[in-house]
């Protein structure tokens, strides 16, 4: 099965910027689609972003849009959220996920990371 670890989080101010990474282990990530999911305090987590298998076919939220990158590195087994213009409202715990399938039309919540913090302060 999949491992996933994301790493890059932090604290920045609104406006800066931040980038994510999902490693994985025990398996390609080559076979999943990607995403990554956010949930902020008192509320539900929330897909921001997903990425199919080869990394031609993206999803953002219509919250990050415009400010946020999905990416893969199928050969470093790797994942990335790019996000720029960073604002308060972006303030939560970001966690990697795989899909079941490999398109961005695939369910999600079969292996999940364990989260990294991104704070934007105003």
């Known amino acids: 099965q999949v491992q996933l670890v994301e790493s890059g989080g932090g604290l920045v101010q609104a406006g800066g910027s931040l980038r994510l990474s999902c490693a994985a282990s025990?398996?390609?990530?080559?076979?999943?689609?990607m995403a990554w999911f956010r949930q902020a305090p008192g509320k539900e987590r929330e897909l921001v972003s997903a990425?199919?298998?080869?990394?031609?076919?993206?999803y953002y939220a219509d919250s990050v849009k415009g400010r946020f990158t999905i990416s893969r590195d199928n050969a470093k087994n790797t994942v990335y959220l790019q996000m720029n213009n960073l604002k308060p409202g972006d303030t939560a715990v970001y966690f990697c996920?795989?899909?079941?399938?490999?398109?961005?039309?695939?369910?999600?919540?079969?292996?999940w990371g364990q989260g990294t913090q991104v704070t934007v302060s105003s």
């Open positions: 025990g398996r390609t990530i080559s076979s999943y689609a």
């Open positions: 990425i199919n298998w080869s990394g031609g076919s993206t």
């Open positions: 996920a795989a899909g079941r399938g490999t398109s961005i039309a695939t369910t999600w919540g079969g292996y």
